[in-house]
């Protein structure tokens, strides 16, 4: 019997020596493999009745940290995310040009106040008034670029989201399959480490592109979860979604196997894909937003400037923007004075009529005051004009008109609205149009009608800053009792139909409308649908005030030299009127260039930048903001950069530990080899010299 104890004894322990051989061996072969975890073979004693048997095989496991396999996951994500939003900060900022060179786009507006100083010089030169509309002309189509390109890098971003979340799917898909087959090894006694390192590469390949929480099941395998713990796979693969709209900001939902609910939204926190949706949601529109802003508020220097000048000869009519409100809000809160005179087409006036907006008064070639409001002031001004003229307003534009040959000049005087001159904010004289809404500086106040059909809704969605909807609302327009701009806010702002629970909207000084998320959740808007009117045909809320990226996003592609100018430079307004000129004298003159040297000093006027992109509201030169705005885009990229270079260190030395570890030590092997074949040696000596002593039993016994 003890002959029998002691070859079961050796045989027990050839097994294990070959099994650990067999371990060692596979471990060295794959010395060089990347992401292989080397393994270990455990065993035990086997007792029986309190003696010992031999030894016994438990399993063939891994050698991981799991610590330091989530410290490197975390890390892969995180250098993931930056390092996409860096390739793609550096592509957008290639679109303004190189800073050294001619042809970067903040220094257009340099070369139009060149073109226009040299035009102040030499105001009869035709070609000169050509070359300083074609700088501007430039600037604007070279703006138009800038916005379709930034527009394409953003499909761009949705196709590359929609792949990384196909690729997603995939990845779990091939996790879960792999859990069966590792779960059926470990009931069987098997060797599941092949499966086990194939799924720890899919996991790898898998916090590249979202941020996971991974953990270890009972039977073998994992449980991958999102960062707020839904069940992503393990016990069957979920299915993610890239949920995207033109208006709103996109997010991924995720359906779970066997889910009595549908999609559900998850946080991403981190990897390419929180990446792509920071570019897609945030960074690319604000770099839109503010190339919006920067354009209109350089139109709106050069047109205050045009609009404060006249021509030579004058025109014989001006016919004003589309400014999106009726003729009684549009006239409204105007303070200053402003002059309308006739001219003949050498200059002398022939008429003018005096507006006094703080008193409310006309006066007809400075005679006494006429009273006017601002819903008979289009009427008031017809009437007064009388034969020499006529002013009326139609489709939210301005029109004043001379007859008889006569022509129209406009004294910009001390009136402003929003900020504005009388005939800038009317556009009458403009040197640049829009084919939208130019500004959402709407001059608005609380007090004013709204203009808007009662009922019609305006549906607003509020998001995390991942994207990741909070809630959506549909704001009603108030009924006609509660008529007014401020009566509008108050129903955005509510806390049970609008936004109030998440942040408010403010009407500011210029009638601008600003959405602005409130502390902790600090939540993003978009506009999801607008179904309102402005005065039957105008522009929708979100039209009129820029709320939401599709207002936003068209404004820089928008603009265009006056189409007027265009086709006759010499009707540029480069001269200024002259009311105290002597009567029977011309108030204007075809020599002179006042005006296009006020266009040349537009550049340098200090002017209100509302809030967009990384900038706040900031008053400021047109040529101080193109350096902050250029300068932003410059830091967003090499901060992108600097993150991506730290991420990656970490992750660099996350994996360095970790493979410190996991990794096979080829010196450590060798020892373990020759450990493994003394001990095979040994174990096969015991079972020759069991063979022998039976051998020689039998014998004696024959």
């Not at 940290?65 to 900060?89: C, H, K, N, P, W």
């Not at 016990?235 to 709103?248: K, Q």
């Not at 045009?306 to 016919?319: D, E, G, Q, R, V």
């Not at 100018?565 to 307004?573: C, F, M």
């Amino acid at each position: 019997m003890s002959l029998s104890i002691a070859l079961n004894n050796a045989a027990s322990g050839l097994t294990a020596a070959q099994a650990s051989l067999t371990a060692v061996s596979d471990n060295i072969a794959n010395v060089n493999t990347p992401g292989y975890v080397r393994k270990v073979v455990t065993q035990q004693q086997l007792v029986v009745d309190g003696a010992g048997q031999g030894v016994n095989i438990t399993g063939v496991h891994r050698v991981t940290d799991q610590y330091l396999q989530l410290a490197s996951l975390t890390a892969s994500s995180d250098s993931s995310r930056y390092d996409i939003t860096s390739q793609f900060l550096d592509n957008a900022q290639t679109l303004f040009g190189d800073p050294s060179g001619d042809g970067f786009f903040f220094n257009l507006p340099d070369e139009i106040a060149s073109s226009f100083a040299a035009s102040a010089n030499d105001p009869s030169s035709s070609l000169l008034r050509g070359q300083a509309l074609n700088s501007v002309s430039n600037f604007l189509s070279d703006a138009d670029r800038i916005n379709t390109q930034i527009s394409q890098l953003s499909t761009t971003v949705d196709s590359r989201i929609t792949d990384d979340v196909a690729h997603v799917n995939d990845l779990l898909t091939q996790i879960n399959r792999l859990n069966t087959d590792i779960s059926r090894a470990r009931l069987s006694g098997g060797d599941s480490t092949g499966s086990e390192n194939a799924q720890d590469s899919l996991l790898n390949d898998l916090s590249g592109l979202l941020n996971v929480k991974v953990s270890p099941r009972d039977t073998g395998g994992v449980t991958v979860r999102s960062a707020e713990g839904v069940l992503l796979a393990g016990d069957g693969a979920s299915t993610l979604t890239y949920n995207r709209s033109s208006t709103t900001d996109g997010y991924i939902s995720v359906v779970t196997p066997g889910a009595s609910v549908g999609s559900q939204p998850i946080a991403v926190n981190s990897g390419e894909i929180r990446g792509l949706l920071d570019l897609r949601n945030t960074k690319l529109p604000g770099l839109t937003d503010q190339l919006g802003e920067f354009v209109s508020r350089t139109a709106q220097q050069l047109n205050a400037a045009s609009n404060a000048s006249t021509a030579y000869p004058p025109p014989t009519s001006l016919t004003g923007r589309n400014t999106g409100l009726d003729a009684t809000t549009a006239s409204a809160n105007f303070t200053g004075t402003s002059t309308v005179a006739v001219l003949n087409p050498a200059g002398v006036v022939q008429k003018t009529v005096a507006i006094d907006f703080t008193a409310g008064t006309m006066s007809i070639n400075g005679g006494a005051g006429i009273a006017f409001t601002p819903a008979n002031f289009v009427a008031q001004l017809n009437a007064n004009l009388g034969a020499a003229g006529s002013a009326s307003f139609a489709n939210g534009a301005l029109t004043v008109a001379a007859t008889g040959g006569n022509g129209i000049s406009i004294d910009a005087g001390t009136a402003t609205k929003a900020g504005q001159g009388f005939s800038q904010f009317f556009g009458l004289n403009d040197l640049i149009r829009s084919s939208g809404v130019s500004t959402f500086d709407t001059g608005l106040a609380a007090g004013d009608a709204n203009g808007y059909t009662p009922g019609a809704t305006i549906t607003l969605q509020l998001s995390k800053a991942d994207g990741t909807p909070i809630q959506t609302v549909a704001v009603a327009v108030p009924p006609a009792g509660t008529p007014t701009v401020g009566d509008l806010v108050n129903a955005l702002n509510s806390n049970a139909s609008g936004v109030g629970l998440y942040g408010a909207f403010t009407l500011d000084a210029q009638g601008g409308l600003t959405f602005k998320g409130a502390p902790p959740l600090n939540a993003q808007l978009s506009v999801v649908t607008d179904t309102t009117q402005r005065v039957g045909g105008g522009p929708s809320i979100s039209a009129l005030f820029g709320i939401g990226t599709a207002a936003r996003a068209a404004r820089p592609g928008s603009y265009l030299v006056n189409p007027t100018l265009a086709a006759n430079p010499t009707q540029i307004p480069f001269a200024k009127l002259n009311l105290a000129a002597a009567a029977g004298t011309p108030a204007i003159s075809a020599g002179d260039g006042q005006g296009a040297q006020a266009l040349a000093d537009a550049n340098a006027g200090v002017t209100l930048f509302k809030a967009a992109g990384n900038l706040g509201n900031v008053s400021m030169t047109l040529a101080d903001y193109g350096a902050q705005f250029g300068g932003s885009i410059g830091r967003d990229s090499a901060t992108a950069e600097s993150q991506k270079t730290s991420s990656l260190a970490v992750k660099t030395e996350a994996d360095a530990r970790r493979q410190a570890v996991e990794g096979v030590n080829i010196d450590e092997e060798l020892v373990h080899l020759t450990t493994y074949q003394q001990a095979y040696n040994a174990n096969a000596r015991m079972i020759q010299a069991a063979k022998d002593l039976f051998d020689i039993l039998a014998n004696i016994i024959n």
